[in-house]
Nanobody, 122 residues
Framework: QVDLVESGGGLVQPGGSLSLSCAAS????????MGWYRQAPGKERELVAT???????NYAESVKGRFTISRDTAKNTVYLQMNSLKPEDTAVYYC????????????????WGQGTQVTVSS
């Protein structure tokens, strides 16, 4: 069993920045990858970014050049630095952890954080 605790989120103006963090605890030996999903009302869940235990990263095309995912392996914590935020980035952001395949697919075996609201509005 893995617990993921998210922090960050909030209200920011377009063009602004925000950072999120997610700390994992429990059976962390089972975690080989972590990432961030987001979901807006009426929209499909979208995989935003992933990072493996080895440090390889991937990003959705919509956030490339604006968002950066990083991790502190010793603390089992993943971060998401969001810059140049746009109104379309508004969503609930969820931390994810598990095997690489489980994280990428959001399938059974993936663990989820509680979600944190990010609102980009003037």
């Amino acid at each position: 069993q893995v617990d993921l605790v998210e922090s960050g989120g909030g209200l920011v103006q377009p063009g602004g920045s925000l950072s999120l963090s997610c700390a994992a605890s429990g059976s962390i030996f089972s975690i080989n990858a972590m990432g961030w999903y987001r979901q807006a009302p009426g929209k499909e869940r979208e995989l935003v970014a992933t990072i493996t235990k080895g440090g390889s990263t991937n990003y959705a095309e919509s956030v490339k050049g604006r968002f950066t995912i990083s991790r502190d392996t010793a603390k089992n914590t993943v971060y998401l630095q969001m810059n140049s935020l746009k109104p379309e980035d508004t969503a609930v952001y969820y931390c994810a952890a598990g095997s690489w395949r489980a994280v990428v697919l959001g399938s059974e075996g993936n663990y989820w954080g509680q979600g944190t609201q990010v609102t980009v509005s003037s």
